[in-house]
């Protein structure tokens, strides 16, 4: 049966409230002309219908807190409740914006510790948590490398290097920010062929992009030779933070040569994502990069009160207002504060633990273009499968129908027919078993039924759609038909 409207459920004169007796004068009414007659008639329903309805669409919906989220590259961590609760309190959910500095004491101190705690984490010395998302954060830390080489002397320096491996946001932040993008092609296992690199770099270069590990799930163990050729060029190194999962309290990125980079906290720090926000991206560089982050900076004073810093001459100006999306700062700083640096440094282990059970686990049957390691993160390809006429498409559709979600299909680009698996460190051998039992099945269906995948999802609220279709006019909202 389809699921019921709210519209649909609507019965005239049904009532969810009962407001009480207007004990204040009547307002006069806005002349007629400015009173719309075509607004949709809003929905009669009782208070319990409601909430049915809505806790039947949250059923429907798939997220982290219902079944497995293996998104490749996402990093769809569980988000702890006692984050929440923090979240909650009305000294931060009841903040105002524009609450004077004295009176927002303890939002700053937040703000402060949370940027010391992802400064000893990465171990750079400068931070901004102003940026709202991963790529607010790419543009910010490019706009510093190009204010970097303006102060030199050397603003004609406008070419950024990456990897044919990187993020989809990374060449377009590299174009907003004034710069020509310059791809150079892997080496045979997936990483950074410095032989590739000293072929482009030149006098025009600002510096290269890199996510580490990188989107194959493989830590990139020629990095600080790759580092040395970037710097030899006068150029400077960026940190893609996507995979800072893998890296927490094992090593350190301003050590591997970096020089500026982006965190995303929600990912690495538990706090949610997913449809479009919210983020946050702050971004954190060395000691060389400090004078150009945006203002105002979040400093504490010699009395240990805590105030904005806007005198900062050489800056790139603001990204983002007030604080940034502050209720993501206290919820990864509720995240870092439960962990403590024991904790953050299982939370990499056990993520990497995850993801090579997987790997070892379901390369018989799918193929591994890199099979010798991983980290968080695994690419198969489904090139066995697709002998069978099945895509990674339609296993990503099969999958559904086992109540849990698809992994990252199609990416990297450089994988045929990828399948980008990121299990987390939250979930149980239980569940991982579970996970690899299911895509073993359908390996098999491939081969013995592949009719059955090219159909998928049959089970879920909406069968599987014309992706074509979907993308090119899509349908995304109710529209009640109004009577005349």
Known sequence: MPEKLLYELSIPGRRGVRLPEIDVPLADLPEEKFVRNDTAPLPEASELEVIRHFTRLSTLNHHV???????GSCTM????????????????????PFTPTFASQGALEIAFKLGEALKTITGFSGITLQPP????????????????????????????IIPDSAHGTNPASIIFAGCEVIEVKSAADGTLDPDALRDVVDENLVGLMVTNPNTLGIFESKIREVSKII?????LMYMD???????????????????????????????????????????????????????????????????????????????????????????????????????LEEISKAAIVNANYIRVLLQPEYDLPNADRCLHEVVFSADNQLKHGVKALDIAKRLLDFGMHAPTVYFPLIVHEALMIEPTETETKEKLDEFIAIMLQIAKECEESPEILHAAPVTTPVA????????????VRYKAEIED
Not at 84 to 89: I, Q
Not at 140 to 151: E, I, P
Not at 231 to 235: D, I, P, T, V
Not at 297 to 318: F, H, I, L, P
Request: glycine content about 12%.
């Open 77 to 96: 961590k569980y988000n702890p409740k006692i984050n929440e609760s923090v979240a909650a309190m009305p000294e931060f959910a009841d903040i105002h």
């Open 65 to 71: 807190d219902k079944d497995f989220y293996p998104l």
């Open 231 to 235: 710097h030899g060029a006068g150029g």
């Open 241 to 343: 933070g996507a995979n800072l999962n893998a890296l927490l309290g094992i090593t350190r990125p301003v050590d591997l040569g970096f020089d500026v980079m982006h965190i995303n906290l929600h990912k690495t720090f538990s706090t949610p994502h997913g449809g479009g926000g919210p983020g946050s991206g702050p971004v954190c560089c060395t000691a060389a990069l400090e004078p150009f982050l945006p203002v105002p900076v979040v400093v504490q004073k010699e009395d240990g009160s805590y105030a904005q810093d806007w005198d900062r001459k050489e800056t790139v100006g603001r990204v983002h207002g007030f604080y940034g999306n502050f209720l993501m700062l206290v919820r990864a700083y509720t995240y870092i504060l439960s962990n403590g640096k024991n904790g």
């Open 133 to 160: 998302a991963g790529a607010s954060g790419e543009l910010t830390g490019l706009m510093l490398m190009r204010a970097y080489h303006a102060k030199n002397g050397e603003s004609h320096r406008n070419k950024v």
């Open 464 to 475: 599987r759609l014309d992706e074509a279709l979907a993308a090119r006019q899509p349908n």
